[in-house]
């Protein structure tokens, strides 16, 4: 069993920047993906960014040049780093751990980027 606890939302103003944390707990893998979706209201969850084991990187194509992911695996946590936010960015991120075959979420943190 797997454990995520994301922490780092809040809200900020257009044009500024937060970084999300994702610590995992458990039996976790040396092989394993993770990841951030979001879903906004009314809207369905999507990918924002992924990361393996071996640090490739995959980002929504909205996100590239401004998210960055990245992963501590002596912590076994993930982080991703939000520049240049938009209102549109709004939306309660949820961290996504991928090992074995099975899927592990977290309960998600929100985030508001007022205009």
């Known amino acids: 069993q797997v454990q995520l606890v994301e922490s780092g939302g809040g809200l900020v103003q257009a044009g500024g920047s937060l970084r999300l944390s994702c610590a995992a707990s458990?039996?976790?893998?040396?092989?394993?993906?993770m990841a951030w979706y979001r879903q906004a209201p009314g809207k369905q969850r999507e990918l924002v960014a992924s990361?393996?084991?071996?640090?490739?990187?995959n980002y929504l194509d909205s996100v590239k040049g401004r998210f960055t992911i990245s992963r501590d695996n002596a912590k076994n946590t993930v982080y991703l780093q939000m520049n240049s936010l938009k209102p549109e960015d709004t939306a309660v991120y949820y961290c996504?751990?991928?090992?074995?075959?099975?899927?592990?979420w977290g309960k998600g943190t929100l985030v508001t980027v007022s205009s």
């Open positions: 996504k751990e991928v090992q074995g075959g099975m899927n592990y």
């Open positions: 458990g039996n976790i893998f040396s092989f394993n993906v």
């Open positions: 990361i393996t084991s071996g640090m490739y990187r």
